[in-house]
């Protein structure tokens, strides 16, 4: 190259043209830039060499200017076209010949210009430029439409999170929604997520210039008003859903208006007569049991346990039925419940609602003076629930004994024979307070639930009904999901007698309780001092207790059972492993709310009592806050007694951390 050559070269991947200053060594050349700048080049580095004519570095905004009105990207659409057809190959100095009808410097530099930027129509071959087909043109031009929208879709979507964080009301479309997920995921399980899931969730924090924690994740959805302040990331870590898809409701809506036909008809009693109770929790919306006494001929009394009838609403494996199997259960949470069933059917058809006429499945009980059973009968059944109360009504009631109510008196008086006859299998009861957690609009309540007359009752009926349940299942033959559990291995009566009464010994049985167990066949329940025992009281909220219901309902049809005892024993792993993550999660929850509560009364002292040496050697301890019903690890400076009466303060919590440290308070200070 001679002096005064005008060459094109990169600098970062930018254009840059140079006028050729001298030679550099053997092979190398120096070249000035249009701001004097000089560059030292190899020949590989020059990416056009532009002809004809000789340059000083000042000319260079000039030849730039001559060569701008030549650069219309769509001209080369029509070149393209043309040799296309012609099937030949073109230089850049052709294509300025073909396009501006002339050969100039500017011109030739244009055409080079314009087909090395060109993406679409044409791709380069040694010195030369061919046109692209047809074909690959489409999809190329498809492709950059895409890209472009990508570009444009993204750029709409930073603006609308700048507008959110600057606290704007923003409706997010559902694709945009999903690219919020690997930020959930990153924020609930941390580096446990995925590595695609990290590295998007990093992205989008890099450009908002965030750290690239979870936390910051966390406060990030946060600040843009998608997850709350105490968003349950227990309940973000499983796999439970929070919502029923829309087929789902569609399905359940459907059902409601267009009802399937009631299989058990033909079977199916009417003891509307019955008077039937139902006690519950004031906030109870699924009511799924309810209670008779009816007086026999002979004056003999008979108990009637009249359970929600689900399965009379769906069959054995529509939507409604496989989505139920999937939930497993119901999840109940300090901020409400996630129901196993569309609320729509769960508390309207399926629940048993006062003064209308319900089906149920209904357990009918003579029971012997003792409090064992004499004899049962189990059908099909209409009812029409009297009363709906609440436990206190009822507890008033029993307390009052009010002759108004003979049937209640007598089911509460049955209910104490009950008791006594299961203490006498060596049923093991413990009772320890368990908190009662309650988050409305923000407000969190704790207290200690209350082990009342009305619960017992409720509960030694339910507990009846899942021994007739469970005899009934084993006479017959019928697969059941059984519940047993071992015998205990409890301590020496001398040395339980040694631990004050009450909370600490109960904690001491309480420690020595080995897990219940489900299966397809009936074993002894130790704690509950049944033979055989099988929970079929709670169908709209229990899977299992469903799936009890359908092959007793088979059963008493006179058909096969719909599942026989190893497909149910499968069927039982997956429902079981369900359940499990749920109880997880309920009591992850459980414990957040716990901790918030006590850090928005850090000031408080509490009343506690000590329960048992977690680890001695290190004076950490178990100790019982009775106002709350809370059960907490505390590490003492000195030796406690156990049942000893203490006052802890909170000294640091962190709920979203699940840390929380307690100190005692000396009682002169408090």
């Not at 908002?208 to 968003?231: G, I, M, N």
């Not at 006594?420 to 200690?448: C, F, L």
């Not at 009890?548 to 499968?570: N, S, T, W, Y």
Request: aromatic share 6%.
């Amino acid at each position: 190259m001679e002096k005064g050559t005008l060459v094109e070269f990169r600098v970062n991947n930018q254009r840059r043209l140079g006028v050729v200053e001298r030679p550099e060594g053997k092979k190398h050349w120096i070249v000035i830039d249009s701001n004097h700048q000089a560059h030292t080049l190899h020949p590989r580095q020059i990416t056009y060499t532009v002809t004809g004519e000789r340059y000083q570095a000042q000319e260079i905004p000039q030849f730039q200017k001559a060569v701008e009105p030549f650069l219309d990207p769509e001209s080369l659409e029509v070149a393209w076209e043309i040799l296309l057809e012609e099937n030949r190959s073109v230089s850049p100095e052709s294509l300025a010949l073909l396009l501006f009808s002339g050969q100039t410097p500017p011109q030739c530099y244009a055409a080079y210009y314009l087909l090395s930027e060109d993406k679409i129509y044409f791709k380069q071959k040694a010195e030369l430029y061919e046109a692209r087909p047809t074909s690959q043109v489409a999809e190329i031009k498809h492709q950059l439409e895409k890209e472009l929208q990508r570009q444009q879709a993204k750029a709409q979507f930073f603006a609308k999170l700048n507008q959110a964080l600057a606290q704007e009301t923003i409706t997010w479309e559902l694709a945009e929604r999903h690219k919020f997920e690997p930020l959930e995921r990153f924020a609930a399980l941390g580096d446990l997520a995925t590595q695609s899931q990290i590295n998007a969730a990093s992205e989008l924090l890099t450009q908002l210039k965030r750290p690239t924690t979870a936390l910051a994740a966390f406060q990030l959805l946060v600040d843009l008003s998608l997850w709350k302040h105490h968003e349950n990331l227990a309940l973000h870590r499983s796999q439970i859903p929070t919502a029923f898809k829309p087929e789902v409701v569609d399905m359940a809506r459907h059902c409601i208006s267009n009802p399937p036909p009631d299989l058990d008809a033909p079977i199916r009693q009417d003891l509307t007569h019955l008077k039937v109770y139902t006690i519950d929790d004031e906030s109870t919306q699924e009511i799924d049991d309810g209670i008779s006494l009816e007086t026999l001929p002979d004056g003999q009394e008979r108990l009637w346990i009249h359970i929600a009838d689900p399965s009379r609403w769906l069959l054995l494996g529509d939507g409604l039925e496989l989505e139920a199997r999937r939930r497993a259960t119901t999840v109940y949470l300090p901020t409400g419940m996630i129901p196993m069933f569309p609320p729509e059917l769960a508390t309207g058809p399926m629940s048993l609602i006062a003064g209308q006429t319900c089906c149920a499945l209904s357990f009918g009980v003579t029971l012997q003076p003792d409090g064992s059973i004499a004899d049962y009968q189990i059908c099909p059944s209409l009812i029409k629930p009297t009363y709906r109360l609440t436990y206190e009504d009822v507890d008033m009631m029993l307390e009052l004994a009010v002759q108004n109510e003979p049937e209640l008196l007598g089911i509460g008086a049955w209910m104490q024979k009950r008791l006594t006859w299961r203490q006498q299998q060596g049923a093991i009861q413990i009772n320890m307070p368990e908190p009662e957690i309650k988050v409305v609009d923000d407000e969190v309540d704790i207290h200690p639930l209350a082990d009342s007359g009305a619960r017992q009752l409720v509960a030694e009926m339910m507990i009846l009904t899942g021994e007739v349940a469970a005899r009934f299942g084993e006479s017959e033959n019928i697969p059941l999901p059984f519940r047993s559990q071992t015998q205990p291995e409890l301590p020496p009566e001398e040395e339980l007698q040694q631990l004050p009464p009450g909370p600490v010994r109960q904690c001491a049985i309480r420690r020595c309780m080995p897990k219940s167990e489900m299966s397809p066949t009936p074993n002894r329940h130790a704690s509950l001092g049944l033979n055989a025992y099988c929970q079929v009281t709670s169908p709209i909220r229990r899977y299992s207790d469903l799936i009890a219901h359908m092959q007793i309902k088979a059963h008493l049809r006179g058909e096969a059972v719909p599942f026989a005892a190893p497909d149910l024993g499968e069927l039982l792993l997956g429902v079981v492993s369900a359940v499990q993550e749920t109880i997880l999660v309920e009591r992850q929850t459980t414990r957040y709310w716990s901790l918030e509560y006590l850090r928005r009364h850090s000031s408080q002292v509490w009343q506690a009592l000590m329960l048992r040496w977690l680890r001695e050697d290190d004076l950490l301890g178990l100790v019982l806050l009775e106002d709350l019903g809370i059960e907490l690890a505390v590490r003492f400076h000195r030796v406690v007694g156990l049942g000893e009466s203490l006052n802890l303060r909170v000294s640091r919590v962190d709920p979203r951390a699940d840390q929380i440290s307690l100190e005692e308070v000396i009682l002169a200070q408090a």
